[in-house]
């Protein structure tokens, strides 16, 4: 547990609340003087960076994601953004490890395994793979009529 200065948590807050209002900008200003103050956390990385993705600044988005992930190799969220990253600029193979190392120590964090079923299935056409993640990801959620489909398709095109 890091303890860490109240204005700055307040600070944080406020920008996750401007994020949630799509004023990504304005967050980012605010996530600057946070992470000038505070750096042992990877969580102010992993905002900063999805709101420069949603500013169209991939650039500074994947550096950020680095920097948390030096703090925390295995973070779900910052390998799930990361991953999101890499698919969109083609690099599948390096998209492919981000959401295996956010699977690896969370293996209930199910927007990486989705992430990497579609990946695995739409991109890499590996349908083994596509498989193993939407079935693993069904034991988790099994109401999830959407995933189920794609489950049905994926073992149609393997022959199953």
């Known amino acids: 547990h890091i303890e860490v200065d109240s204005d700055i948590e307040l600070d944080f807050k406020s920008a996750i609340a401007l994020m949630r209002q799509d004023e990504n900008a304005q967050a980012v200003v605010i996530l600057k003087t946070v992470i000038d103050r505070e750096q042992r956390l990877p969580a102010r990385f992993v905002n900063i960076a999805i709101a420069y993705n949603k500013l169209a600044k991939p650039k500074a988005a994947e550096e950020n994601l680095i920097k948390a992930l030096k703090l925390d190799i295995g973070h779900p969220?910052?390998?799930?953004?990361?991953?999101?990253?890499?698919?969109?600029?083609?690099?599948?193979?390096?998209?492919?490890?981000?959401?295996?190392?956010?699977?690896?120590?969370?293996?209930?964090?199910?927007?990486?395994?989705?992430?990497?079923?579609?990946?695995?299935?739409l991109y890499m056409h590996d349908y083994n793979c596509a498989l193993e993640q939407f079935e693993d990801y069904l034991e988790l959620k099994p109401d999830d009529k959407t995933v189920a489909i794609w489950v049905a398709d994926v073992k149609r095109r393997l022959g199953k």
């Open 77 to 121: 969220v910052a390998n799930n953004e990361l991953g999101l990253l890499y698919r969109k600029t083609g690099r599948f193979k390096a998209a492919r490890t981000a959401y295996e190392n956010a699977i690896k120590d969370n293996p209930e964090y199910l927007p990486a395994k989705q992430n990497l079923g579609v990946l695995c299935d």
